[in-house]
């Protein structure tokens, strides 16, 4: 069977991401681009996952060892992710700045950031697929409203309509949730 490349981009519109900015260091500054395809990999270390188009202006600077710092932004930022995803329209761009942050930078003002060394870069198709090594974090001022994307569109969460989760029961140090299990 043959995947309809449109079709499945359709669906992967419908599994809401945070929005960040990825950025790494280039000559004597820094080179940042959008990125809704960031995750966290591993506690210990400390590692992160983000993946970047291959034929992108950010994917000549991934390369191990190299400084990076993920920002994620916040709900009112939305003009920062169209800017540095190349879709800006404006005359100028929208008022933005990097401050540092370890070996690098990370956008002043977001909702928060990590920052530390690439450990790896792979291959994933039309994409790289890029590890870091995380030693630097920073967390912004209240509010940290996220900025999302869902159904190829900007959106904000209601902070008014909370969701009760169940407790978490710890077992042996360990947090689990329990649930029902599915039968057929």
């Known amino acids: 069977m043959t995947l309809d490349s449109a079709e499945f981009r359709r669906t992967m519109a419908l599994m809401p991401t945070g929005v ?15 990125v809704g395809s960031f995750t966290s990999l591993s506690l210990e270390p400390a590692l992160v996952l983000f993946c970047i188009g ?14 990076f710092s993920v920002s994620f932004l916040r709900a009112d930022q939305q003009a920062l992710s169209t800017y540095f995803a190349g879709g800006w329209k404006g005359p100028t761009p ?11 930078a990370r956008l002043e003002g977001s909702a928060g950031a990590v920052g530390g060394t690439l450990s790896a870069v792979l291959d994933g198709g039309d994409h790289l697929i890029v590890v870091g090594a995380v030693s630097e974090l920073a967390q912004g ?33 360990i947090a689990r949730l329990f649930h029902e299990t599915w039968e057929q």
Do not use: I, W
Not at 24 to 33: I, N, Q, T
Not at 58 to 65: I, K, T, Y
Not at 153 to 170: I, K, R, W
């Open 20 to 34: 960040t900015v990825v950025a790494l260091a280039h000559g004597d500054g820094v080179r940042a681009m959008t």
């Open 94 to 104: 929208p008022p933005h700045r990097f401050v540092p942050f370890g070996a690098l």
């Open 141 to 173: 001022l209240p509010p940290n409203q996220p900025l999302v994307f869902f159904d190829r569109h900007y959106h904000q969460l209601d902070p008014s309509t909370p969701q009760s989760a169940p407790d978490l029961d710890p077992v042996d140090g």
């Open 54 to 67: 291959r034929k992108s202006r950010l994917a000549q600077c991934a390369e191990v060892g190299r400084p």
